[in-house]
Every structure is written in structure tokens, then in C-alpha cells.
């Protein structure tokens, strides 16, 4: 989707997320650039993106198959509720979701749907779309908005600063208060490089949910 969740003020930075809701590292990167936009000037504009799509015809476990399968209700919810009730509902439903899914562990996902909807003051009716492709249109569109920036060799998020686009930053935990505007800081140095692609490092800690 390219319609913006906020608007931005004009002298400030914009950054662009797309996530899935079902993915933790997501999640870690949504807590960070959260804090970044209390103690910098800059907007987010939230965005859905989904694993199921990108893994579409890919060979890889069934264990993750499985879980794919899943994440197709959450994330049909979030587009669901943007596009009936508009863009500002996006991130109090995706943290609502999200913070049942990964520091709450659960895995009951059409309660936590139905909890999550509740918690926001949406229309529960908006449960139903887990299982329809009703939107899944538009769900293509918002996640081929963002993976197109970037390739398909990556996963979620996706992270557009001021219009430069990175998978990541892959981050545990969340960093805050002005380490996080540190982060930040990197960021828009890097994407303001010409050529610039990629700084990684294998991961050695899961993500840490505080």
C-alpha cells in the first residue's frame, strides 16, 4: 500500500516498515524504530508484508510450511482492518497482535485475533478475513511495494529510509533511548551512501522480548 499511515511533518525523516506480524524479528526491529520515533524526528508509515507469499513455491521444511500456513490469518486481519477502518489502525492492531504472539508466547491465534481487535476497539467482525482471500490483492500489492525495494532474497522487515530501502536492522534486543537514535543515526548514514548494500554477521541470540 502506498498510502501513508500518518503524515509526516515536513521538515522531518519518514521511514517505511512493512512487517509480518507473525515474524519476531520484526517484531524486535518495530520496538526499536518505535523508540526512534519518540526521541527523533521522524515518521513511521506501517505496512503489512507476509512470509507466506514470499515463500510461495520455495522448497523449505514442512515445520515451516506448517507455520506459514498460519501466518496468512494475522496478517489478512491487519490488511483487513487498513483497509475498512484506515491507516492509522495499522500499528495498534499490529502491536496489540504482535505483543500476544512473541514476549506473550501464545500461539491461539484466532483468540488472540479476536483479543487483539477488542484491545483497538475494531469491529470483531474483521476475525473473519483470516481465512479469506478477500484482500489478498491488496496484501500482494503492500508486500511486492516493499520487497520489490529490496530483492527477494531477503525476509521481514523491510525498513525504507527516506526512500532507500534495507532488509533489517536485525536487532536483539531492541535497543532504547538514545542508543536507539544512535542505530538510527547508522542507518540514514548508510542509505545515504550510493552503493551501499549490506553489513551482516551471523546471528548468535534469538530475540529477547523485554
Known sequence: MSDATTTPAASGQVAD???D???PWAWMTSRWIGEVERIRDVTVRWHVMSLAVLNEGKDIPASYRELLDQAWGPV????AAQIEQGDQVVK???DAIGTRIHPGGRKDYPT???EALAEVGLPASLAGYATTDAYDAQLRASHAEGINQVGEDVGTPV???NGVAFF???VTPAPRGEAAGRLWDGCLLVAGTPGFYEIKRSRTAGPVFD
Do not use: D
Open 17 to 19: 516498515f512493512w512487517f
Open 112 to 114: 488472540i485475533l479476536a
Open 159 to 161: 525498513v525504507a529510509f
Open 76 to 79: 489478512r486481519v491487519v490488511m
Open 92 to 94: 495498534p492492531l499490529y
Open 21 to 23: 506480524p507473525l515474524c
Open 168 to 170: 533489517g536492522p536485525v
